[in-house]
C-alpha cells in the first residue's frame, strides 16, 4: 500500500502517510499538534468566554492560591516567584541568567524590598549561607 503525500496542518511541510493514518487533522511531528491544538484552543476561549482571564481575573485566582498548602514553596506571581518579581521590579531590569535572588533574614515569605539581596551566582549564595553558618 502505497503512502500519500500530505501537508502538516500547522507549519505546511509536505510529509508522507499510509492512507489509514489519516484521520482529521495531518502534523508531522507532536510539536506541530501540541501547537496547533493550543492556537486552536485559545482562539476558542477568547470567542466563547472573552473575559475570563482579565489580568483582575488572574490577580484574584493568584490572591486566592497564595500562603495556602505547607509553605514549601515560594508564592507565585502570574507563574513566577514572587521574590523575583520584585527583585526585578527593584533593579528595573530582568534578572541575568544564574542570579539568585536570596532572602537576607532566611524568610522566603517576607518580600520586603530591603530583605531581598540579588548574588550573580549559586556559588555566591551557598558561600553566603556557608559563613552565616547555615551549612556546616
Not at 499538534?33 to 483582575?56: C, V
Request: charged share 35%; hydrophobic share 25%; proline share 3%.
Amino acid at each position: 500500500m502505497p503512502k500519500i503525500k500530505v501537508k502538516c496542518e500547522n507549519c505546511g511541510r509536505e510529509i508522507y502517510r499510509y492512507k489509514c493514518e489519516i484521520k482529521n487533522h495531518v502534523f508531522c511531528s507532536r510539536e506541530c499538534s501540541k501547537t496547533y491544538t493550543s492556537k486552536r484552543m485559545t482562539k476558542m476561549n477568547k470567542e466563547l468566554n472573552p473575559t475570563r482571564m482579565t489580568d483582575e481575573v488572574k490577580e484574584n485566582i493568584r490572591w486566592g492560591h497564595l500562603l495556602k498548602g505547607n509553605g514549601k514553596s515560594y508564592p507565585k506571581i502570574h507563574g513566577r516567584h514572587a521574590h523575583r518579581v520584585i527583585a526585578e521590579k527593584v533593579l528595573g531590569r530582568k534578572l541575568r541568567k544564574g542570579e539568585i535572588v536570596h532572602h537576607k533574614d532566611e524568610n522566603k515569605l517576607n518580600f520586603s524590598e530591603d530583605n531581598l539581596e540579588v548574588l550573580p551566582s549559586q556559588k555566591e549564595h551557598a558561600k553566603l549561607h556557608q559563613k552565616n553558618g547555615r551549612f556546616k
